[in-house]
Each structure stands twice: as C-alpha cells, then as structure tokens.
C-alpha cells in the first residue's frame, strides 16, 4: 500500500497551521504542544476556540496536518 499526499492547498494548511498557532500562543497555550494532542487524538478541545481556531482547524484532516508540519521540517533540513 502507498500513500499519495495531495498538493492542493498547501497554502491553505499553512495558513491554518499559523492562525490556529497564533491563537494558541495568545491564550497563554503551549501551541506545539497543543497542536500534538489534537493530532494525535483527534479531540477537538486541545485547541482554544479563541478567534475560531477550533472550527478553523477541522476544516483539514489531521493528516493534511501531519504532512505539512513534515513537509516543512524536511525542507527546512535539506535547504539548512
């Protein structure tokens, strides 16, 4: 079995990746901390609802989230 990612919307994901980052941050929250718990359980309430973020990031699938954070990460790396 293999796995496709898709590439379209990259840039929305990124964008959901940061607002929702943001509102964590502004809430006094640990984002990446946060962000790894709704991950990796899928419950909704590891995110704040501060400016919506909690409705913002269901929009995508928790996978979607994985690839980009990876995505990023590894280009990073290879581009360092």
């Known amino acids: 079995m293999k796995f496709e990612a898709s590439k ?4 929305e994901v990124k964008k959901i ?14 984002p990446i901390n946060q962000i ?15 400016n919506d973020a909690r409705s913002i990031i269901r929009k995508i699938e928790r996978d979607e989230l994985l690839e980009e954070i990876l995505s990023s ?3 990073k790396e290879n581009n360092a």
């Open 73 to 75: 990460y590894l280009e």
């Open 8 to 11: 379209d919307g990259d840039s």
């Open 36 to 50: 790894i718990g709704y991950i990796l359980s899928g419950d909704p309430t590891y995110i704040t609802s501060y």
């Open 17 to 30: 990746i940061t607002t929702v980052y943001n509102a964590l941050k502004e809430k006094g929250y640990d």
